[in-house]
Each structure stands twice: as C-alpha cells, then as structure tokens.
C-alpha cells in the first residue's frame, strides 16, 4: 500500500501570501489530521476531517482552515502569513481516527518557510 | 487542558548501555503513542498503548503505560548507533474530558548513541 503522501514538499512564501498544502491519506483511510512542527513549540494539532466533516480542532487562529473531498483527500490554507508560520506541516491518516488499535501514519510533511 | 511532558529532552548514551525515557502526562487517557523521528524526517510509528499495564516490545526499544499514575516509559535495551533519533510520546486528547486535540505530544526526546 502506498503511504500518505503530502505535496508540496517545500514551499517559500512571503508574508501576506496565503498558502495550500495538500494530503493524500492512505488507500482506505478516511481521517486525516494536520499538525505544525517547529523547533520552539513542537508538534501541535490543526485539525483532524473525517467523512468530509471536520471532527476534532486545535488551538490556532482562524487563518488556519482545512477541507476533505469525498476521496478522503485533504487541503490546508493558511491565509495572510506570518513569518511564524514558518514550520513542518505534516498530515497523518487513519482508518477511522476512532478504532481502539488504529495509529496514525504520518506522511513526509510539507516544510514551508515564510519570508 | 491536556499536557505532555517528556524527560530527558537531550540523552547522549553510549553504545550497549540501557536507558529510559519518561512521558508523563496530566489527564486520564487511555491511548498513548510512541514515534520516531530522523533529522528532516516525517515521523514513524513505534508503539500503541490502549490500557493500564500495557508492555510492548520491538527489537531493542520496550514500551509500557501505566494509566493510575499517568506515566509512559521507553526503555532503550543494549543501545546502538541506529537508534539515534528524536523520540515523540503523544497522548490522544479527544480521550480526554472536553478534549479536542487528536494527538497531543511530549517535546521529544533527542537520543544520541555513541560508539
């Protein structure tokens, strides 16, 4: 089975730009969550989308914003950046996100950086 | 709001020695997971917990979760160069009592085995 795969790799932006990041899970899969990675706060939680619908949301600003197709498929936006967005953005995919022996399988991550 | 915290965040060990990190976190979750991560890698799928007393074991690396005192460990058996890598607890938040973050990680353990 292929693994989650996350386009683009590499993004450079400038502030004020907006930016989308796009997720496809693994074949089966129907939960996607999106997380931010950087050095000084680690890994934090956008949101996860299942069935289309977004189920669980972190804490980040509302310029942060997500959608899922009916081919389970994911996007993220990041509207108006700042240079804080700065940062690895990885999505993981799971079955259902809710089954008692599910894990979540991380993709290769979109690292973007914000001039 | 659920917090995770690892400790050590730095471990430099020699080969061969055994050593044990520790993932605390402050609210009842029945679900804690192990990941590791390389340098400009996505992260990798160690081990799931799902209850009390739960003890998993892979190679060189043995996991266990205690769910009364709200502690994981990874115990690091006979150590070897190729486990040099950034060791991530997560804790499922969506587990806990008002809790809407899927995964909610520990700052990460950077283990660095020398010759």
């Known amino acids: 089975k292929a693994g989650v795969t996350q386009t683009p790799r590499y993004l450079i932006k400038t502030r004020g730009q907006q930016v989308t990041l796009s997720c496809s899970p693994i074949?089966?899969?129907?939960?996607v969550s999106w997380y931010q990675q950087t050095p000084g706060q680690g890994l934090q939680f956008l949101f996860e989308y299942f069935s289309e619908t977004q189920r669980n949301k972190g804490n980040f600003p509302g310029r942060f914003s997500g959608r899922q197709f009916s081919n389970s498929r994911s996007e993220m936006n990041v509207s108006t950046l700042e240079l804080g967005d700065s940062a690895l953005y990885l999505c993981?995919?799971?079955?259902?996100?809710?089954?008692?022996?599910?894990?979540?399988?991380f993709g290769p991550g979109t690292r973007l950086l914000v001039l | 709001e659920l917090k995770v915290e690892q400790n050590p965040l730095f471990l430099s060990m020699q080969e061969g020695k055994n050593y044990t990190i520790y993932c605390n976190y402050s609210?009842?979750?029945?679900?804690l997971y192990w990941y590791r991560q390389d340098p400009g890698k996505s992260l990798e799928s160690l081990f799931v917990l799902l209850s009390n007393g739960a003890v998993k074991q892979e190679g060189r690396l043995m996991a266990s979760l205690d769910t009364k005192a709200r502690l994981s460990t990874l115990h690091i058996t006979a150590a070897v160069h190729d486990l040099s890598a950034t060791y991530f607890c997560?804790?499922?938040?969506?587990?806990?009592?008002?809790?809407?973050?899927?995964?909610?990680f520990g700052k990460g353990t950077k283990l660095t085995v020398n010759p």
């Open positions: 609210t009842t979750s029945d679900r």
């Open positions: 997560a804790v499922d938040g969506t587990l806990t009592q008002g809790g809407s973050e899927k995964l909610v």
């Open positions: 993981a995919s799971t079955y259902s996100g809710t089954g008692v022996q599910e894990t979540q399988y």
């Open positions: 074949s089966g899969h129907r939960s």
